[in-house]
């Protein structure tokens, strides 16, 4: 069975630091990867996503990047963090072998920038 | 006007009362329908997923999808605390990127 891995839970970081957040997938080969932001009390705000190693897609101009160095893995950074920074990040992957693509997520890592 | 709307909430009933948690959407073109579960600060898993309109029952859940009046619902019988959670709806046109609602916060009271 496919899982979705993903850490730390948890992290607290200053200003200005950078950030790396990795995500990988057991189980399945070749899956569409997600990075999402969430808000408190908000829905769900797409990042980036991959089709492919080193194909990265970027929904939304911002303070991050990701790449994807293996097939099955997802990171997502910063070298400047910032305030707005805040939130809590979901990696998801979906099969892209089917016409209804669902999507599959991780536990998720609460950041919070001071 | 956002492509999904979903009433944030929260919403609060007791223990094994008939829940309904619905999204509407503007986009008519909008042919996968799936509902979300996500418990406090953990990942959203998936609940159930419908293509067409009508109804699709899994177990004390029950998806329902209404193409016409572009509406779907989510009802939940025998409603148990542990269904408490805030619940997702999304959808897609095609391959697409799948469009989320902003979830709605439900408490089951026991």
């Known amino acids: 069975s496919q899982t979705i891995h993903q850490w730390p839970a948890t992290l607290v970081q200053p200003v200005g630091s950078p950030l790396s957040l990795e995500c990988t997938v057991e189980g399945t080969s070749n899956p569409n990867l997600y990075w999402y932001r969430q808000a408190a009390g908000r829905g769900l705000q797409l990042l980036f996503y991959s089709v492919g190693i080193g194909q990265i897609s970027s929904e939304v101009p911002q303070n991050l990047s990701a790449s994807r160095p293996q097939d099955r893995q997802f990171i997502l950074s910063s070298k400047k963090l910032l305030l707005s920074d805040s939130g809590f990040y979901l990696c998801?992957?979906?099969?892209?072998?089917?016409?209804?693509?669902?999507?599959?997520f991780g536990s998720g890592t609460q950041l919070s920038v001071l | 006007q956002k492509e999904v709307e979903q009433d944030p909430g929260p919403l609060s009933v007791p223990e094994g009362a008939i829940v309904s948690l619905n999204c509407t959407y503007s986009?008519?073109?909008?042919?996968?329908f799936m509902w979300y579960r996500q418990y406090s600060r953990k990942g959203p898993e998936l609940l159930m997923y419908t293509y067409s309109s009508g109804n699709k029952e899994d177990g004390r859940f029950t998806a329902q999808v209404d193409k016409s009046s572009k509406y779907i619902s989510l009802f939940i019988r025998d409603s148990q605390p542990s269904d408490s959670a805030t619940y997702l709806c999304a959808m897609r046109k095609g391959a697409q990127k799948l469009v989320f609602g902003q979830g709605t916060r439900l408490t089951i009271n026991p």
């Open positions: 986009n008519s073109a909008f042919q996968y």
């Open positions: 998801a992957w979906g099969d892209r072998g089917t016409t209804n693509e669902k999507l599959f």
